[in-house]
């Protein structure tokens, strides 16, 4: 059974920086697209970033473009997602997901298959 865990989320300063990981098991990922969604509470889950399958192609939401960067490790069967310059409005659970209909990500929570638990980010102002 795959099993996707999220870790690195907390509390962190405006301005400030962390880092997610997504660590897969059970299943190798590495044919499929990835990606990070985050939903805020009232709110739907919403795109943040995704990758192509040899991490080749990267896309980002345009809230975080210039500030997150998503990479993968293949060998690792591991997703991350690095945040810079946090704001407050960045405060989501953060969840990974994977594809195995595409090799390239897609926007839409709907076409993802698997996914992790979610991670809760802070960004306190």
């Known amino acids: 059974q795959a099993l996707m865990v999220e870790s690195g989320g907390g509390l962190v300063q405006a301005g400030g920086s962390l880092s997610l990981s997504c660590a897969a098991s059970?299943?190798?990922?590495?044919?499929?697209?990835m990606a990070w969604f985050r939903q805020a509470p009232g709110s739907e889950r919403d795109f943040v970033s995704g990758?192509?399958?040899?991490?080749?192609?990267?896309y980002y939401a345009e809230s975080v473009k210039g500030r997150f960067t998503i990479s993968r490790d293949n060998a690792k069967n591991t997703l991350y997602l690095q945040m810079g310059r946090l704001k407050p409005e960045d405060t989501a659970v953060y969840y990974c997901?994977?594809?195995?209909?595409?090799?390239?990500?897609?926007?839409?929570?709907?076409?993802?298959?698997?996914w992790g638990q979610g991670t809760q980010v802070t960004v306190s102002s």
């Open positions: 997901a994977a594809s195995s209909g595409t090799a390239e990500p897609v926007p839409k929570d709907v076409d993802y298959d698997y």
């Open positions: 059970g299943r190798t990922f590495s044919s499929y697209a």
């Open positions: 990758i192509s399958w040899n991490g080749a192609n990267t």
